[in-house]
């Protein structure tokens, strides 16, 4: 019984992750442009629009 109910669960899972990316095929993905970004200081990846937090740092 109970592997079952988890074999209808994972295939509930499946169904939903499938009309998921039917519905937005693009989203979650990062585009080109934005996978890219370094910051031209340091040279770390930048996660988001802010600057570089290591213009920030005071040593």
Do not use: D, Y
């Amino acid at each position: 019984m109970l592997a079952k109910i988890v074999a209808l669960f994972l295939v509930v899972i499946a169904v939903l992750g499938i009309f998921g990316k039917l519905r937005m095929p693009g989203v979650g993905r990062l585009s080109r442009r934005e996978a890219g970004k370094k910051c031209p200081r340091c040279g770390r990846h930048k996660i988001g629009k802010g600057p570089c937090p290591c213009g920030e740092r005071k040593v």
